[in-house]
T-cell receptor
Framework: AQTVTQSQPEMSVQEAETVTLSCTYD???????LFWYKQPPSRQMILVIR??????QNATENRFSVNFQKAAKSFSLKISDSQLGDAAMYFC???????????FGTGTRLQVTL | DVKVTQSSRYLVKRTGEKVFLECVQD?????MFWYRQDPGLGLRLIYF???????EKGDIPEGYSVSREKKERFSLILESASTNQTSMYLC?????????????FGDGTRLSIL
């Protein structure tokens, strides 16, 4: 069984600063994917970034990047130059192989202050 | 863009009622999912479907059933609603293809059982 752990229920960052959200996971599979999803107050969940486990290079999407430490089973999200629109609930999730089921963490609520 | 539409944003029902939550997607996705989202628990999978008339139990199927008579529509049914089923319900869909295909989410239905 897969588990995903987010140990930070809430985080706060000042506008234009950088923040890192933590995530650890546990899986016995060698083929898996990791995701960060964002859920703004409007509630629709959207995909922020995705990482294939077999790729050593950390994924990057504009201001969002990950630090994927496979041996430590760690998958943190770094948001650079934080903006007010980044305020949301962030969920880390994992998926193994060809399965379509995601396992989610409990989420981190990010506040962005002026 | 993929559109996943949930029939209601807010719904209030009474204990013992049979409740239907509807979800429709417009991108011919094979896979569809129902989650419930509770504070501190993240998203938990209730049921999912790989294809028309196919369904599989997720992590918390008790008290729920589903129906997928057409590819685009996936219904969640609360056979006899109870107060502990008060929650946010999220529907998602994706194409077959494991982690290469992201899940797309609807806006959610906030269900209150009185």
């Amino acid at each position: 069984a897969q588990t995903v752990t987010q140990s930070q229920p809430e985080m706060s960052v000042q506008e234009a600063e950088t923040v890192t959200l933590s995530c650890t996971y546990d899986t016995s599979e060698s083929d898996y994917y990791l995701f960060w999803y964002k859920q703004p107050p409007s509630r629709q969940m959207i995909l922020v970034i995705r990482q294939e486990a077999y790729k050593q290079q950390n994924a990057t999407e504009n201001r969002f990047s990950v630090n994927f430490q496979k041996a430590a089973k760690s998958f943190s999200l770094k948001i650079s130059d934080s903006q007010l629109g980044d305020a949301a609930m962030y969920f880390c999730a994992s998926l193994t192989g060809t399965a379509s089921k995601l396992t989610f963490g409990t989420g981190t609520r990010l506040q962005v202050t002026l | 863009d993929v559109k996943v539409t949930q029939s209601s944003r807010y719904l209030v029902k009474r204990t013992g009622e049979k409740v239907f939550l509807e979800c429709v997607q417009d991108m011919d996705h094979e896979n569809m999912f129902w989650y419930r989202q509770d504070p501190g628990l993240g998203l938990r999978l209730i049921y999912f479907s790989y294809d028309v008339k196919m369904k599989e139990k997720g992590d918390i199927p008790e008290g729920y059933s589903v129906s997928r008579e057409k590819k685009e529509r996936f219904s969640l049914i609360l056979e006899s609603a109870s107060t502990n089923q008060t929650s946010m319900y999220l529907c998602a869909s994706k194409k077959t293809g494991g982690g290469n295909q992201p899940q797309h989410f609807g806006d959610g239905t906030r269900l209150s059982i009185l």
